[in-house]
């Protein structure tokens, strides 16, 4: 609104000033030429000194709310959401997947995670005045709480080949027991972690890292339970966070960070794990929490869980 | 408009003509600078995000040819500066001998360049669907980005070296006609400048490209 | 302040005779397109440009038919797809770019610094070729299937995902930028060694100001998108891949490259724009300009600051929130020069002679309508509301308001005010007034709904969109169906005036440069003799020779301060 008024009052200012000026000094005989106005240089700086507050005030109030936008709230409800050209494809954590539609329920903070299978996508829902690109080989997130049910857009709003403009969809925003209802009225597909597990599994990081749920890792590689959301000291000296591209970028490049006291022996799936199967098998590592167990047999679901809630 | 001698008819002055010359190789260097600026930039990037590929990728480079090659480049660089110096001192024949100097040095430089192309394409490090770099494949993928940047970055230079060496067919053309050892040795200059330049570009190229991590 | 011993300049020449001017100078093809005289090349430019513009703005108009109906009547997505960055293609690089800077400064820098040429005449001939070799191969590109990249070029999908032909378009742009480099070099160089004797850096024009401040961005900047763009045409003909993905490639590095060339470049655009509405505010006012040295000192400050602002196009890109904020500061700030002189040009018209001709009337118009683009600019810098209308028709319109509404109407209107000097003929006066407020009307009706479509949330690049955004587009095409009228007139009656316009003296309006102290149309040489300069820009009171009244002085109120002032 400030946005507006202040360009309504420049633009107000300068129009009708020129219109009154060059009227009130139009050419008429007698007025063949114009007078000698002397400059003022106090009048230069006034009008780059007022002008410069007022940017300053509506660069501090634009800035502040971009905080925000970005800054996603830590107890979000977590969606995933990979773009290709051209449809949205959505993973919910409890297991529903959606195509170019999102279901949330009203009052929430919804966190979306995003990547691209392919070329630069944008997430955009007008009605929430939120807006991200979604990149290829790099997670973006996007964060709102709908206030209102009901029906909203869904546009990709960065150019990406031939169908971007078909690229859209839906955003239903539902009251709690309504969303209830329709998430159990899910298909009977495996949640986002089942699936993950499975891959766990068949792709053989058993061999290396220890099934999760029994016993503990093997010696060749760090353990993973509980790694989600914890630090990393890497052999290097350096201590970074484990969070999603930190994950990501572990089973793509593993050579890149070596946790401290292994060797750099992971080989890389890259070409084997697509974006999607990358997401399940986070949200697996992700179901084991962010504590490390104490004991070595302890049950799955037994440690803590911060992670997305489950669907009950 | 007529050209009087070697003053040219827009100009007042020999003067004014000289000033303009050597400020006009001043510009067009700058935009050399952002040329080559962009791809620097690049290089920078990558090498801080890749840098253990990047050191990797750079000890497959034959650093004796780098080395004789910047050797080579400095040298022509000082028969460039004397070729100047013969000019202002009036000597056609000697500013002759120099500027062959500088040609034959910078072929010197173009030919070890083409030996060192010729052993990375028999190695597979040419990027594209021959590139063969040993070691994990997250590791390849990077090291061929490094790739793609050592051709582009070498070869935008050889390129400027090539059009060069034609600008010095050119200026010992008209210095064995005699043009340049009367008062107007201008083009002499400027074609120092732009080799000079030239060579500068290399001297960054070299341990940017060849020295990341020699003794790993 | 003037000096009061001041030499007023000679009487102006009497009329030509045939093979007096640099038109009739020579005569055939040969003598024009192996001409080096600066003012045939600004004219083998104006038939270059024109035709581009022509290109661009019919691919406009289909773009405009195709969005009358949500579904899209017209083409399919692949072939609108084509069409948008075709129109953003050839009207930025072969337009916008070129047009103030190729035609009427190549025309006019000499003459207003007293010179017989620029600095390096053959090279000025050599970027016309390369130019227009640049554009052959862009032409290619679009007759043998176009490019669908849009004219930002994003990676990957320019560099990897896309059929269409980007190598072409690329390797054409790469090769115009030469055009620009040589261009601006020229410039700078002759306008540092060329200068008449008395022709400080404190009398020159405002208009060599901005074409100086222009061409420094001509040479930093375009380098680096050449570049860029020869980076994108390796990945495709080489496979040498740097933005690849999947290789580890940076999508957002190109992001960097590109927008640090494509910022300054539209400052580019608009800086001439600039440059031309003070002369003809001056000239139309018949008054000093306000705050000379101010406006002189903020052409260069846009120049610099707009080097430091590329990254508010990439708010939503992926970048940090400490980047973006540090950006968004930036462009707030580049925005305070820009409005320092809006304010002057304003404060020109207080106490002048203010006469509506049509350059006035672009002028004015220019004025108005870069105001409103600026300050829908400030909306896109503030990184919180930048999150909203990105990428919409918010964008579409805040720039098309500043192109066109400003740029090409400062193109134009300098066209209009250095017509007579340039032909040495006169336009018709009522019938160009007419085209100007029938542009000026249809520029407005075409791009104001456009921004009231992107705060509704349409996205940019859409060949189909939802039905509820349909009244507003309808209205958007309607209104360029009458700006389409207002650019046709200009090229009719321009073409007519070559044969059938009333002649025109040296100095018709009248008005202070150096360049009316030379015959219309000028000599080859430009001046018989090389003037001294020792009067200041745009000063009427010691200027007997121009046939006015002497200006009175004003009674010091309310824009003065008694004791201080500004030199002009």
């Not at chain 1, 503990?216 to 000296?237: E, F, I, Q, W």
């Not at chain 2, 990558?46 to 780098?66: P, Q």
């Not at chain 3, 440009?49 to 703005?57: D, N």
């Not at chain 3, 690849?244 to 910022?263: A, E, M, T, V």
């Amino acid at each position: 609104m400030a946005l507006i008024v202040v360009a309504v009052f420049f633009s107000v200012l300068i129009g009708v000033g020129i219109f009154y000026l060059s009227f009130r000094y139009r050419r008429r005989p007698g007025h063949e030429v114009g007078q000698l106005v002397e400059g003022s240089q106090l009048l230069e700086i006034t009008w780059m000194v007022i002008p410069f507050i007022i940017a300053m005030v509506l660069f501090a109030w634009g800035a502040k709310l971009y905080v925000t936008i970005r800054q996603s709230p830590s107890d979000a409800l977590d969606v995933y959401v990979v773009g290709k050209q051209w449809m949205w494809k959505i993973q919910h954590t409890d297991g529903r997947r959606e195509f170019n539609e999102l279901h949330v329920p009203v009052n929430r903070d919804i966190k979306l995670t995003m990547i691209s299978e392919d070329v630069i996508h944008d997430f955009f829902v007008p009605a929430f005045r939120v807006k991200m690109d979604v990149l290829p080989g790099r997670y973006t997130t996007l964060w709102f709480r709908p206030t209102k049910t009901g029906r909203y857009h869904l546009f990709c709003s960065q150019y990406c080949g031939t169908n971007h403009s078909e690229m859209g969809g839906w955003v239903d925003v539902m009251e709690p027991s309504q969303y209830q209802a329709w998430l159990s009225g899910g298909s009977n597909s495996e949640s986002p972690e089942q699936a993950g597990q499975r891959l766990f599994t068949s792709l053989a990081c058993v061999s290396c890292h220890g099934d999760l749920s029994g016993s503990g890792p093997g010696p060749r590689a760090p353990s993973l339970r509980g790694l989600y959301g914890s630090m990393v000291k890497l052999s290097d000296g350096r201590t970074v966070l484990a969070d999603d591209a930190y994950l990501r970028e572990s089973v793509l490049d593993p050579g890149a960070k070596i946790v401290a006291g292994y060797d750099n022996i992971m080989p890389t799936f890259q070409g084997v794990v697509s974006e999607d199967q990358l997401l399940q098998l986070f949200a697996y590592i992700k179901s084991l929490g962010n504590q490390p167990a104490q004991n070595a047999s302890a049950a799955p679901g037994a440690s803590a869980t911060t992670a997305a809630p489950a669907a009950q | 408009m007529e050209r009087t001698g070697s003053l040219f008819g827009h100009f007042r002055d020999l003067d004014q003509q000289r000033e303009t010359a050597s400020l006009g190789m001043w510009v067009f260097l700058m935009t050399e600078v952002m040329f080559f600026g962009g791809m620097f930039l690049a290089y920078t990037v990558y090498r801080w995000k890749y840098h253990d590929a990047f050191a990797a990728a750079s000890r497959e480079l034959n650093v004796t040819m780098g080395a004789l090659n910047t050797g080579v480049l400095i040298l022509s660089s000082f028969t460039m500066a004397m070729a100047v110096w013969a000019s202002q001192m009036r000597k056609r024949n000697l500013l002759c001998i120099f500027l062959i100097a500088t040609m034959l040095l910078g072929a010197a430089f173009l030919t070890i360049k083409g030996f060192e192309y010729a052993q990375k394409f028999e190695h597979h490090l040419v990027p594209g669907p021959n590139f063969n770099f040993p070691g994990p494949e997250a590791e390849a993928q990077h090291a061929e980005i490094y790739f793609a940047l050592y051709f582009m970055m070498t070869g935008m230079h050889a390129l400027h070296m090539i059009i060069g060496e034609g600008m010095l067919l050119i200026l010992l053309i008209y210095a064995w006609k005699g043009s340049f050892t009367g008062d107007y040795h201008a083009p002499i200059e400027n074609g120092g400048l732009y080799w000079h330049f030239v060579d500068i570009v290399w001297i960054f190229l070299f341990p940017l490209l060849y020295l990341i991590d020699l003794h790993h | 302040m003037s000096t009061t011993t001041a030499n007023p300049p000679p009487a102006s020449s009497p009329p030509p005779k045939a093979h007096e001017n640099y038109l009739n100078a020579n005569y055939g093809i040969r003598s024009w397109l192996l001409t080096t005289d600066h003012k045939r090349i600004a004219l083998l430019y104006l038939v270059s440009v024109t035709i581009f513009f022509a290109m661009g703005g019919f691919f406009a108009m289909l773009i405009r038919l195709q969005l009358l109906t949500p579904e899209g009547f017209l083409v399919g997505p692949d072939t609108y797809n084509r069409l948008f960055t075709m129109h953003g293609v050839m009207m930025i690089f072969f337009f916008l770019i070129p047009s103030i800077p190729a035609v009427l400064g190549n025309f006019l820098i000499p003459l207003m610094i007293g010179a017989k040429d620029l600095a390096f005449p053959k090279l000025n001939l050599l970027s016309w070729y390369i130019f227009n070799i640049g554009a052959l191969f862009t032409v290619y590109a679009i007759v043998t299937g176009g490019v669908d990249t849009g004219w930002t070029f994003y990676t990957p999908y320019s560099s990897i995902y896309s059929n269409s032909q980007v190598s072409a378009a690329v390797i054409g742009i790469f090769i115009t930028g030469f055009s620009s480099i040589l261009t601006g070099l020229n410039f700078v160089v002759t306008i540092h060694t060329m200068r008449a004797p008395g022709m400080t850096w404190w009398r020159l024009p405002i208009f060599v100001w901005t074409q100086y401040a222009t061409s420094i961005i001509f040479i930093l900047g375009t380098p680096v998108l050449a570049i860029t763009l020869a980076l994108v045409a390796a990945e495709r003909l080489l496979h040498l891949g740097i933005f690849d993905p999947r290789l580890g490639g940076d999508p957002l590095l190109f992001q960097h490259l590109f927008w640090f060339y494509s910022h300054p470049a539209v400052y580019i655009m608009i800086l001439p724009a600039m440059g031309v509405t003070t002369e003809i505010i001056a000239t139309f006012a018949r008054k000093n300009l306000y705050g000379y040295k101010a406006v002189a000192m903020a052409s260069l400050g846009i120049a610099v600051i707009g080097f430091l602002v590329w990254a508010h196009h990439m708010f939503v890109a992926g970048i940090s929130i400490y980047a973006a904020m540090a950006f968004s500061l930036l462009s707030y700030l580049v925005a305070i020069p820009s409005a320092v002189k809006v304010f002057n040009w304003t404060a020109t018209l207080y106490r002048g002679s203010v006469s509506w001709q049509t350059p006035m009337l672009y002028a004015l118009g220019f004025i108005g309508l870069f105001v409103m683009g600026g300050m829908t600019g400030l909306f896109l810098a503030a990184i919180g509301a930048d999150v909203h209308v990105h990428d919409t028709y918010f964008v579409v319109a805040h720039f098309h308001y500043i192109m066109v509404g400003g740029a090409v109407m400062g193109y134009l209107g300098g066209l209009h005010y250095w017509w007579p000097k340039i032909t040495g003929r006169m336009y018709p006066e009522m019938l160009a007034r007419a085209a100007a407020i029938i542009l000026f009307v249809g520029f407005n009706l075409t791009f104001f709904p456009q921004f009231i479509l992107g705060y509704l949330g349409m996205p940019r690049r859409y060949a189909t969109y939802p039905p509820e955004f349909q009244v507003l587009n309808v209205f958007s095409t309607a209104g360029a169906s009458i700006l389409g009228l207002g650019y046709l007139l200009p090229i009719c009656y321009f073409v007519w005036s070559m044969r059938y316009g009333p002649k025109a003296s040296s100095n018709p309006w009248p008005a202070t440069g150096l360049e009316w102290q030379t015959s219309s149309p000028p000599p080859t040489e430009n001046f018989e003799v090389t003037p001294v300069v020792t009067w200041e820009p745009y000063d009427f009171e010691h200027r007997p020779d121009l046939g006015l009244p002497k200006p009175e002085r004003a009674r010091p109120k309310p824009l003065e301060a008694p004791g201080l002032e500004l030199g002009d």
